[in-house]
Every structure is written in C-alpha cells, then in structure tokens.
C-alpha cells in the first residue's frame, strides 16, 4: 500500500470507535454533532443504523463499530457527517478526541490489522505524539461488497 | 403547417432528441458486452421502434426507412442470431448519427441519401451468419457479398441553415462544417470500410454535446402564465408580511399572536406549494391532441373506420410526467387502431356496427389522473397470449394454467411480446406494452389491461399527478411508521376480532387474507423487514417487547389444539376486544394485490419524497422516505419491491390451489364446535358461530315457572332450555353441582340459555356429520371426537320441542327481551289458566297467575312490575267484577288496563263490567283477541309512582 503519501499536511479530526483511534482529513468532516433520533432502517447492512433527518435532508447513519466488526457496542457519542459521492452520510463515532495538524511525513503504511478492525478500512496510519490514528478509507467504509 | 402539427412536430423532436441522446453510450455498450444484454438492446430498439412510429407519422419515409433497417439489425442481436462485432456497432452508430440529423432537420430529411445506410445493414442482415462468426472480420465479409459498401455520408448536416426557426440557434448540428468526410455518397470498397465507419463512429463526439443540450434546453425552461407569476409574487410578499409578524411575537413572547402568525405560515405555505406545483402543471391536452390525427391517418392506411372520442384533455400533470406519457399513449393509440379495432366486413361478420370506436378518457380518481384508452375492437384472446407467452418462454405452461384470463392478458406487459401475427410497420414486434410498462413506472403510474374476447379492451394507467409530492397513506408497524403511496393503495380492511378466523388464514405456511372472495396474500412486514414487535399495552398505552404470538396464529393453534383453552369465556372476551382488531392495507403492485398487515393507521398525508442514499441501492423495497410533521423520518414502501422481498408471487402461483385448502378449512369452519357435557358418557355439540356468549349461574338462581325454567339476569329474564327431558333421556340432577352453564344462544332479537352441567371443549371438526344415525328433533346429527360420539344439537328443533310457539315469537322477535312486561292473569279454571296464560308468554310476556279476585290483589300488591291485569268474571272467593271495583278504588291504579274474560256473553255482563272499570270485554275462547288487547294496551308502569297495597272490603 502506497496511498501513504496521499496526505499532504492536513488536520485531522480524530475519533474514537472502540478500541479505535480513528482519523479523517478535516476537509473529509462536514459537520459533528450530537445523535439525533434515528429512524430504524432494514436494509442488506445490519451496520447501517438507520436515517435522521438532517435539516430536510435524509441522512443514512452508518454504525462504525459495526462495520468495522468490533466486538464493542457503540456507545454513539457523536456522528461525524462526510460527504462521500455527492451523498451525505453520518458516522457514528464513540467519542470525539482531537484534532490535530498532520504531517504529510508523519503519515505510515497502514499494518495487518488494527486493534482488531481489518486493514482494508485505513488508508494510512498517522503517528500522533505517542499514538498511531489510522486514517478511515471512506471508500472502502462506504463500499462493501455488497454494495458493489 | 398548420399550428396543431408544428406543435406535434415539435413533441415528436423533443422526444427523439431526448432518446437519441443516450443511443450512442448504449450502442457502444453493446459493444462492449461479452454476453447479451438483453435489456440495452432493447433500450436501443425501442429508440429506434419510437422514432420509427412518428416518422411514419409524419410522412418522413427516409427516416423511417432507416430505423427500421437499424430495428431490423438490432432484432437480430436482442434475439441472439447476431453477435455485436465492432463493425455492426460502428454501422448502427454512423445510422444513428443520420437519424440525429435527420430529427434535427426534418424538414429536408426527406431529400437525404440514405441509401448508404440501408445497404450496410441489408448486407449485415444477409451475410449475417458471415459477421457473426467471424467476429466482425470485413475481409470476410467483403470475400462473401463481394459488394462494395457505401459509407454513410451526412449530407444532410449541410442544409441545416434553411427553414427551421423552430430549431433554436444552438441545437442546430455543429458538426457538419468541418469534421465530416467531405465526400458525399463515396464509394469505397469493402476493405476500407471499417476504418470509415469507426471514423465517422468517432465523430459524433463533435456532435453528440449538441443533441445532449438540446434536451437540457427542452427539460429547463417552462411557460408559465403571467397571473400564475403574479400569484407567487403575491404570496411571497404575505410570506415575508407574516414572517416579520411571527419575529415580532417571538419576540414579544405573545402566544395568541404566535398562534395567529403560525396559522397565517400554514396557510400561506399551502398556497405557495400549490401555486409552484402549479407552474409545472401542463394540461394533458399536449399529448391528446395529436392522436386525433394519428388515428385518422392510421385509420385510412389500414382501412378502417374509427370514430375517435377523446374526453379530459383539462386534466393537468406535471410536466415530466406529461413528457413521460408520450410514448406510451402512442402506443396503446396505436395498438388499439392496429390490433384492437378490426376491419369493417370482419365488424359486420361480427354482429357490430362497422364503424369502431376508440375512446380516450383522463380524469381524477382519488388524487391521481387515470387515463383509459378502450376500444370496442376484437379484444385479446388468452388462449392466444398464453400459447405466445410460453412459446416466448415468458412463462411455462403450468403458470398459465394457474392464471386467469385476465392475467394471462396481462403478460402483454412483459418485454418481448406482439399481439399482431405480423409485423407491421405501424406497431408490432412486441415492444408496445413493455414501453408502456417502463415509462409510466419511471414516473411512478401503473398500468392494468383489461380485455374481453370480442367485444374490446381497455388499458388503465393511474398517474401520480406530480413526482414531488405523491398522496400517501401512512401506517404503524411495531413502532416505525412507513407511508404507502395512494397510487399502491386498493383498499384498506380492518377485520374485527370475531372475524379474523374467517378473513385470515394459514395455507402451507402462507398467510392469505380472505376478501370478498379473492384471496390475497397477506405480508408481515414486521418479519420481512426484522422490526422488532412490540406490544402496547391497551390500558396504560405502555409498549413492551411482543411476546404474544400473532393473533390469528394463535386462534389457529387454538383451533387445532395445540394450545388450551382452559375458559372458554376467555375465548368470548378476546374476541370482543377492540384491540385485537387487524388492520390491512391492500395495495397493488401492477397487476399483483396483497396485503400488508399494519398494527396502526394512520391518517393520509400528502408526502415530499426524499432520496434514500447508496445503501438502500438494493434495499427496492423502499423507493424513498419522507419527513413527517414531527420531524421524524418514514421510509415510502415500494409495493413492487415489497412484493418481490416477499416473495408474495410465489404465494400466488398456486392461489388455485389455496383457494381449495382453505375452501376446505372455511368449510370446516362451520364445524367449529363447542362441545358441552351433559354426563360423563354424553356429550352435545353446538356450532359455535351460535354462541352469542357463555354464562355461568347457581341452580338457586333458576326459577321455573308455568313449567319453564328461567333465570333473571341483565335486568330481564333469560329463558333456559334444559338437555333433560328434551333430547337427552337423563333424569334431572341439580344437586350434584351448585352452578351450570348456560350456553346463551341469540334467538330472533331475543335470547335462550341452554342449560349444561359443563363444557369440556372447542373443537375444530373438518370430518364429515352423520346426519342419519343419532337424527331426530333437536338432535341435527353426530360426529365422533376423540372416539367419543356427540351428538350436534338442533338448537331450533330443541326449543320446539320445548315449546313450539316460543320458537316462533323469538324468532318473529316481536318483543325485546329487556321489555317484558309483566300481565296478572286472574283465572280459576286450571285449563283456562294454561291456555291463555301460554298464548299471552307466547306473545312476549311473563305471566303470573292468580286463582281467584283475591289472590289477584294479593299478587297485585306483591308484583308492582304488573301492567295489566286480565281476569275472568265468574271466580269463588271474589269475582271479577268486584276485584276490578277494588282495584279501580285507588286512583293510582285507575290506569292499570284490565281486561275481562268471560265464557258467558251478553250484553248485560259486559255493562256491569264497564261499569266496574273493565278496559275491553273478551270471551274466553278467543285467544288471538285476548293476546291482540295485550299487546295493545300493555304498557310499561311509569316508575316512582309509589302503588298503594288495595285492602280488601275496603270499599264496601
């Protein structure tokens, strides 16, 4: 994986999911906010938790901790909004920790796995001052394979 | 031209630009495809099958030609004889550039060559089997046909400049001036031909953009009246009015003027919805219009005589769906002037007028437009359908024989069908109805055929009338609620708890509703979609998990008794409460109907649909959701794609054979029985449908009077039948228990309990009845439960054998159980005492008898509910005529009506009786007339008037 050096300095909103520390480029994040109620959804993903309405716009909210396959329930702190293919979608996050300034050097190959949440989902790991934050793949978060 | 055409016309190039800008991606697609997509080449053909039909239309013979010879070569490929090589694919590219300029310059399509174009695909059509197999090799080809190939040239492109202001400035092609080969009609040899044609293949992308625009152009600007304009700038100001007010109240924090100001948006905000909805409404009339010539120039062409009649053309649809509409109204038009309506001679071998009508109809019906095209034409033939529809591989045989005929008739709307045994240049090879299919479910609308052999058929399409906002139901599942578009909605059913066993069914694992004869397959939502059930408390409005089963589950399982019914009053009660009621929203998925089973409903809204995002891709059971008035979001179901999750078809394939299962369970229904003991080794049956209730009484509480055993309850008395003594030859025995049941059957307006010493069960016999060994009054027949013989009670027999006038009066019903009214018959004659006595509780009341004008008093003191008195005159002790003085003597009782009876008429007795302050004077004999005065003049004694006690010899 060479994406590393996809990021240039940026800052990084960080977050937690479970065990997770979890980043994403600041011009990523739309909005954070508060969990709103959500309206349960059924759909092939059991990770999507369900639909809010966002100021007049649906929003499918999508459970990280569940995508990632982490054991922990979500504790749903926060939802970080993105806005991946022209859509708007909420991720909801266990709790907000940071945000830091993101050197393009600092970014590392992403290992084999990450406390217990596949590879597949980081594009880069970023070495925080005594702690690594993988870097969520939104692509590959958004993109199952079964929505392919 | 004439207004009317040009603006037809005009339609017509709006239309096939729009189509046309997407033929170019498809055809190089089809290219790319390595197995048959059968779906795009269809997209391609009807494309060209469309423009085709108007070019026809419009006397643009080029134009048409070279469709068709492209349909011709797209057949092949959408059949499988054709494989795509890239020199097929670069021909039909080079074809539909012509055809683009040609739709963009149509008034000199006529003067292009296009002669070019129809040899390359006769030589595809011909050498066809050559190109197929060797993938597209030109050598082979040009060795086979030996033939020079024109290459197509665009010389049309050139004259773009002249005669076409209705062409605005930049649609006009751009390509012609420099990129073209400059070579019109150049010959070139066989060997050359595949460089050229991808050449000029490659050229459209010059071109294309233009087309592209064209269709933006058409798609984003609307005429919208003046007034209309001023209407919104009208509302706009009110708005800002009212906004500036609604600031100032929350500022003020004054709730009445908040109120007000709330109530003005609400309004305001209606208006303008309606006033901006309204821009987009364009009357149906733009697309109407043009059949009336469409079917006047079919008609000649074909011969026949078809007097158009078209009616609605006011109704206003949004403009999208207007446009949408298109296609697929030529089609049917088309279809029914073609195929529908048949030639003069055949009409009048037929017993019809020769003339054939075509009606075209569009109205509202419940918030949505429906447009019906019907004709008094042949109509279809199932048997010809279903034979095509199989040979077509469509559906197998067997299917066919599980449909109806309309539904047979209904697969005209799957892809790949023809009702014309040729194809003919105006409709035919079988895209008609799948057009029409595609379209109307793009924006939303429904089509439904109907047709009978012979006398015509009638196409129905229900359009939403705008795509924004679409009229729907909302419901409650569990807790989630989900709106259901009104356009889906056929009815919606609330079955009450008494019914639910009789509406709804389990068949093989499948739960069919029971409508009015049809069954229809009926979906849990709930567990298709993993809602999690709750259950809400009907008293506290609590809601916890469901832990209870479904309710028409377990009256199954009850019914087969797996569960146990330990009271069965329990079963009564559960089924007179209100909750337990089912809810069930029929709704329509094209031409499928099933039920959805909803827990609430709620009201009908008008509904702005919202776009789901890329995980519900594949979730089709839901075509969006929406905002509700609470903010909380509902997802819109999609009837079709609920059907499909469902798997609700599969359920139908073998309705048939449902329908005889449960033919048998609702048969057997009758045969759900309550069981009651009279001893241990006897056991009667009631049906249990004649249950009205069970009740539960101590033996002291009986009273038996004039030979009949009653209970007092609800405030009247309810008359009981015993087994003992009518058809069971058990002699009496109370003592053994303190309490019976009664089994309160409803008699007439009346009631009768029978009485039982117990029940022991309910069952659900599905086994025949022997109606002949154990046969005899009150006894119907016998069945044998658990190797146990019990008998079926005859509960009409039995209450004959009682007493036959009973029956009759309970039955007639004359006179309400609660309103008995009580008559003191006064008699000393045992024999006449039976006989009237019998004759007045025959008519409705209860009798009490006294024996002499003494204990008449007596009983009229101790029975203040009396409200008349019938007595004899000839008594020991007192007789009539003094008891009636007495009675007579305290004004209290001077209204009482008494009649007199006597066995000795004369005018004499009766004067002395009148005196005395009789009412009506009978004889004896006459029971009718006696039963007629009752009925007359007894009346309920008007309550809280304190009766006096009479003191005998008071008087004298």
């Known amino acids: ?54 100021r007049g716009n649906i929003v499918t909210i999508i459970d990280l901790n569940w995508r990632m396959g982490l054991s922990e329930p979500t504790l749903g702190g926060h939802i970080v909004l993105v806005e991946f293919r022209h859509e708007l ?60 | 031209m004439d207004e009317l055409d040009e603006e037809v016309l005009q339609l017509f190039v709006d239309e096939s630009r729009e189509h046309l800008a997407g033929i170019e991606g498809d055809l190089l697609a089809m290219e790319a495809m390595t197995v048959l997509d059968k ?77 070019a174009h129809l040899q390359v695909f006769e030589q595809i059509l011909e050498g066809d089997s050559h190109i197929a197999a060797s993938t597209g090799e030109v050598e082979t080809n040009s060795q086979a046909g030996a033939r020079e190939l024109f290459v197509p040239v665009e010389r049309q492109v050139e004259d773009d400049g002249r005669d076409n202001e209705h062409i605005p400035e930049e649609v006009r092609p751009t390509g012609s001036e420099g990129d073209l080969p400059e070579a019109p009609a150049a010959v070139m040899s066989a060997e050359q031909l595949s460089p050229v044609a991808q050449a000029s293949a490659s050229k459209p992308d010059g071109n294309k953009p233009d087309t592209g625009k064209t269709a933006q152009v058409a798609d984003q600007s609307i005429r919208v009246q003046l007034p209309l304009l001023d209407r919104l700038m009208e509302l706009a100001g009110e708005l800002v009015l009212t906004r500036n007010a609604l600031l100032q109240s929350v500022e003020s924090k004054d709730g009445a003027s908040l109120a007000m100001a709330a109530k003005k948006v609400d309004s305001i905000t209606s208006q303008l919805q309606k006033a901006i909805m309204s821009t987009r409404m364009q009357s149906i009339d733009i697309v109407f219009s043009k059949f009336r010539r469409i079917v006047r120039d079919l008609s000649g062409q074909l011969g026949k005589d078809i007097r158009l009649e078209i009616s609605g053309e006011e109704v206003e649809l949004d403009k999208k769906i207007i446009e949408a509409l298109g ?101 035919g090879r079988g895209v008609g109805m799948d057009v029409v299919r595609q379209n109307l479910a793009k924006v939303g609308g429904v089509a439904d055929i109907e ?58 694992g499948a739960t069919v509703l029971r409508l009015r004869g049809e069954l229809l397959p009926l979906i849990d939502l709930s567990q298709h979609l993993g809602i999690e059930e709750v259950y809400v408390d009907p008293v506290s409005g609590e809601t916890a998990a469901e832990r209870r089963d479904r309710l028409f589950d377990r009256r199954m399982l009850a019914e087969e008794g797996e569960i146990e019914i330990e009271d069965p009053r329990h079963v009564a009660e559960r089924r007179q409460n209100h909750q337990s009621a089912v809810h069930i929203v029929v709704v329509a998925a094209g031409v499928f109907k099933y039920g959805i089973r909803v827990d609430e409903l709620h009201e009908s809204a008008e509904i702005v649909v919202k776009p789901l995002g890329m995980h519900f891709k594949d979730s089709d059971e839901f075509t969006g959701a929406t905002i509700l008035g609470d903010g909380k979001v509902a997802l819109i179901l999609n009837a079709e794609g609920v059907r499909r999750l469902t798997g609700a078809n599969e359920t139908r394939q073998s309705l048939e054979e449902l329908d005889k299962v449960v033919a048998k369970v609702v048969e057997s229904d009758s045969c759900m029985l309550l069981v009651v003991k009279n001893g241990p080794e006897e056991m009667y049956a009631v049906p249990l449908q004649l249950v009205a209730r069970i009740e539960r009484f101590a033996y002291s509480d009986m009273q038996e009077v004039g030979g009949k055993k009653a209970i007092s309850y609800r405030g009247g008395i309810l008359p009981l039948v015993s087994l003992e003594g009518t058809v069971s030859d058990k002699a009496p025995q109370k003592s053994a228990a303190k309490e019976f049941y009664a089994v309160v059957f409803a008699v007439g307006k009346g009631e009768v309990g029978l009485i039982v010493p117990g029940i022991k069960d309910i069952v659900n016999y599905t086994k025949a009845i022997d109606v002949n060994t154990h046969r005899r009054k009150g006894i119907s027949g ?66 009490i008898i006294a024996g002499d004008g003494l204990q008449g008093i007596e009983q009229l003191n101790n029975n203040p509910q009396v409200c008349m008195v019938v007595a004899d005159i000839e008594m020991p002790n007192m007789d009539g005529i003094e008891m009636v003085k007495t009675i007579r003597a305290h004004a209290e009782y001077r209204s009482l009506p008494i009649i007199a009876l006597t066995s000795v008429a004369g005018a004499e007795a009766e004067k002395r009786g009148y005196e005395a302050g009789v009412n009506e004077y009978h004889i004896k004999l006459d029971r009718e007339q006696v039963v007629a005065s009752c009925v007359r003049l007894a009346s309920k004694r008007p309550k809280g008037i304190a009766l006096p006690q009479i003191v005998v010899g008071e008087r004298s």
């Open chain 1, 89 to 148: 979608i909420g991720l909801l996050v266990d709790k907000i920790e940071d945000s830091v300034f993101g050197r393009s050097e600092n970014f590392f190959q992403v290992p084999g796995n990450i406390n217990g949440a596949d590879a597949d989902f980081f594009k880069a790991i970023y070495r925080r001052d005594d702690d690594l934050v993988a870097m969520l793949d939104l692509e590959n978060t958004m993109i199952s394979e079964h929505t392919q």
């Open chain 2, 782 to 847: 016998s069945l044998i439960v658990d190797g146990a013989i019990i008998q079926l009670l005859d509960l009409f027999g039995l209450l004959e054998i009682v007493d036959p006038q009973w029956t009759g009066h309970l039955i007639r019903g004359e006179i309400d159980e609660e309103d008995r009214l009580t008559i003191l018959l006064v008699e000393d004659s045992q024999f006449f005492q039976k006989q009237i006595a019998d004759e007045i509780v025959s008519a409705g009341f209860t009798v």
């Open chain 2, 451 to 508: 047709s009978v052999l012979g006398k015509g058929s009638t196409v129905r399409l229900k359009l939403p009338l705008t795509l924004a906002i679409i009229p729907s139901v909302l419901v409650g599942i569990s807790s989630e609620s989900f709106a259901i578009p009104q356009v889906n909605v056929v009815e919606m059913v609330g079955i009450t708890p008494a019914e639910v066993k009789n509406r709804i069914q389990r068949v093989g």
């Open chain 2, 39 to 115: 779906e795009l080449v269809n997209k391609v053909f009807r494309t060209l099958h469309t423009i085709k039909g108007g070019a026809g239309f419009f006397d643009l013979s080029k134009l048409q030609n070279l469709a068709h010879a492209m349909e011709n070569v797209l057949d092949l490929i959408r059949n499988g004889e054709l494989v795509t090589t890239p020199l097929i694919v670069s021909s039909l590219l080079a074809g539909a550039d012509t055809v683009a300029g040609m739709v963009n310059n149509l008034t000199t399509s006529n003067d292009q060559d296009i002669s």
């Open chain 2, 327 to 427: 296609d697929p109204l030529t089609h049917l038009v088309r279809n029914a002037v073609d195929h529908g309506l048949e030639k003069p001679a055949i009409r009048r071998a037929a017993g019809k007028s020769e003339e054939g009508f075509l009606r075209i109809d569009a109205f509202h019906e419940a918030g949505q437009v429906v447009i019906e095209i019907s004709d008094d034409g042949a109509g279809i033939n199932p048997a010809v359908i279903a034979a095509k529809a199989v040979e077509k591989q469509i559906c197998t045989e067997e299917d066919i024989a599980r449909l109806t005929d309309n539904d047979i008739i209904r697969l005209i709307f799957q892809p790949g069908f023809t009702t014309a045994a040729e194809v003919t240049d105006i409709s």
């Open chain 1, 1 to 54: 994986m060479s994406q590393v050096d996809r990021y240039n300095d940026t800052e990084i909103i960080v977050f937690r999911v479970g065990e997770v520390i979890v980043g994403l480029p600041i011009n990523e994040v739309r909005e954070i906010f508060k969990p709103p109620e959500f309206t349960p959804v059924h759909t092939r993903y059991d990770y999507v938790k369900g639909v809010i309405n966002l």
